[in-house]
Each structure stands twice: as structure tokens, then as C-alpha cells.
Nanobody, 114 residues
Framework: QVQLVESGGGLVQAGGSLRLSCAVF???????MAWYRQTPGKQRELVAR???????NYADSVKGRFTISRDSAKNTVYLQMNNRKPEDTAVYHC?????????WGQGTQVTVSS
């Protein structure tokens, strides 16, 4: 059974940094991965994506501040978030796509105080 487990969320002051992790269990992970975020009353939005080959793309709102990366040996994907802003406050979810199946983690809360 495939399972995605996020960690690393918490409270950070504006301008600070935080790194989220998403560990994949039940499958050796070479699949495309992504980080999404969601706030109450809004749709889940794509934050960053990384392909099997390591190519990345980002939402305009986080370009230059966030970096997505993967460590295949640890079966883990990371989201390094620098220069945090209050509008980055959200529940962050990681996502993995395998063929036509999409898996989601349970999410980790990130709160940025001004």
C-alpha cells in the first residue's frame, strides 16, 4: 500500500525559512511529485512540481523563494521555503502520480506570522 507522509510544518515568522518533507512508503519512488497547498474556502493550488528526471516548475507566487527537490535514496521529496510571507499560510500536501493513479498525503499545517 502506497502512503505519503508529510512533516516539517509549523509556525514561522515572516521572512523565515522552513523545510517540508514528504516520505513515500510502499513504493520505490521515481514518479513525478508535487506540493500543493490549501486554505479554508479556497481550492487546492499547485505550489511546485518535480518530474522523474528532476525538472521543476513553480507557481508564480513562490518562484525564487521555494525550491522542490528529491532524494531518491531516501524516497523523499522536499520543499524548501525561504522568505516566507503571511499569505503562504496553508495546509501543504504532497502528491504523487503513478500512471493514472494519484496519491495524496494527509497534509501539514504551515503558519506564517507577520
Amino acid at each position: 500500500q502506497v502512503q505519503l507522509v508529510e512533516s516539517g510544518g509549523g509556525l514561522v515568522q515572516a521572512g523565515g525559512s522552513l523545510r517540508l518533507s514528504c516520505a513515500v512508503f510502499g513504493r520505490f519512488n521515481i514518479s513525478p511529485m508535487a506540493w500543493y497547498r490549501q486554505t479554508p474556502g479556497k481550492q487546492r493550488e499547485l505550489v511546485a512540481r518535480i518530474t522523474s528526471g528532476g525538472s521543476t516548475n513553480y507557481a508564480d507566487s513562490v518562484k525564487g523563494r521555494f525550491t522542490i527537490s528529491r532524494d531518491s535514496a531516501k524516497n523523499t521529496v522536499y520543499l524548501q521555503m525561504n522568505n516566507r510571507k503571511p499569505e503562504d499560510t496553508a495546509v501543504y500536501h504532497c502528491q504523487m502520480t503513478v500512471a493514472i493513479v494519484t496519491y495524496w498525503g494527509q497534509g501539514t499545517q504551515v503558519t506564517v506570522s507577520s
